[in-house]
């Protein structure tokens, strides 16, 4: 039974930044990519990075380039996702998914992704 629980959410300042954590549990493939993924009200949920399960082989939605940096611990059982100087419009819902299938072409396809975390929201003002 494969859990992701998200948690790190909160209400910052334009130019804050914070710190989104994803534990991982029940995973038992070795070799699997872990997303961040979020959704804005009214919108569609849409990538903002990726990661593989070695830590190797980062990946950005152009928003989040240069302003958000995804890793891992080294048990790959906690992903993080560091944002800094936060803006209003990343204001969104933010989820942790993991899939199997880690084809570098649809890192950012909502389908692709196998599993879940409930969500943990990001407000900034």
């Known amino acids: 039974h494969v859990q992701l629980v998200e948690s790190g959410g909160g209400s910052v300042q334009a130019g804050g930044s914070l710190r989104l954590s994803c534990e991982i549990s029940g995973y038992t493939r070795s070799s699997y990519c872990l997303g961040w993924f979020r959704q804005a009200q009214g919108k569609e949920r849409e990538a903002v990075a990726q990661?593989?399960?070695?830590?190797?082989?980062?990946s950005y939605s152009d928003s989040a380039k240069g302003r958000f940096a995804i890793s891992q611990d080294d048990a790959a059982r906690t992903m993080y996702l560091e944002m800094n100087n936060l803006k209003p419009e990343d204001t969104a819902m933010y989820y942790c998914a993991a899939r199997s299938r880690c084809t570098i072409s649809t890192w950012r396809t909502v389908s692709e992704y196998d599993y879940w975390g409930q969500g943990t929201q990001v407000t900034v003002s």
């Open positions: 990661i593989h399960s070695s830590g190797d082989s980062p």
